[in-house]
């Protein structure tokens, strides 16, 4: 399928999961500050773990730079342990806001400003940041125009037949980037969007009956 063919697929799917689906307000979090502390806790784990990590540090006072700053890494670890891996994810969100304070003066968007590519080679540079992470921080808590791919965007793709199982993650956003314009609000959406089909239908185990994307060419075990 030819990079035309597959961004009007691409587009096709957004407008079917948005009439279907509906705004989906995401992030869940209140600041960019629990935006970033989420995308960080979130790796491997559910998001319903990863709010009652949320809810410890924000019962502790520990939802903003200067305290994340302050607190041990011994201590940070003790209050987000429900999100699994719990003391490597402390010494990532130490991680962060060392280069934080150390590079921006403790100013998130200094980190996340200027040109996008630059932007985001800074955060991967950051110890335990991936694409994923990484895209999210710039997408949610800095209104960039990057795509984040997760699993679940992979499962519904790869059963659409839009990509192999091997195809990489820039390639995927590329594919999203060519297809999407400039919207920033319609990337944070279709994110949401293929999460939200991702749990619903589009499982390990698919399950393709009420699916607003059953009507398009896809392989259930793919």
């Known amino acids: 399928m030819d990079e035309s063919a597959v ?123 991936g694409p994923e992470t990484a895209d999210s921080v710039l997408l949610y808590a800095g209104g960039r125009r990057t795509f984040v791919v997760d699993a679940y965007t992979r499962r519904v793709l790869r059963r659409h037949g839009l990509i192999e199982a091997k195809t990489g993650y820039e390639d995927i956003r590329k594919m999203f980037h060519a297809a999407l314009g400039a919207d920033v609000q319609v990337f944070n959406e279709y994110h949401a969007l293929m999460v939200e089909v991702g749990k619903r239908h589009c499982r390990p185990q698919a399950r393709c009956t009420g699916c607003p994307l059953a009507s398009l060419p896809h392989q259930e075990q793919a």
């Open 7 to 129: 961004g009007q697929v691409l587009r096709e799917m957004y407008d079917r999961l948005a009439s279907a689906y509906g705004p989906q307000h995401w992030w869940p979090a209140q600041t960019a500050t629990e935006v970033v502390v989420g995308a960080i806790l979130t790796q491997n784990t559910a998001w319903t773990n990863v709010e009652r990590a949320i809810a410890v540090l924000e019962d502790s006072a520990c939802l903003t730079w200067e305290a994340l700053r302050e607190v041990s890494e011994q201590s940070l670890a003790r209050m987000i342990r429900s999100s699994g891996t719990y003391r490597i994810k402390a010494a990532r969100l130490k991680a962060f806001v060392g280069v934080l304070w150390s590079a921006h003066d403790g100013l998130l968007e200094s980190l996340l400003g200027g040109e996008l590519e630059a932007a985001r080679a800074r955060l991967l540079a950051i110890s335990g940041v």
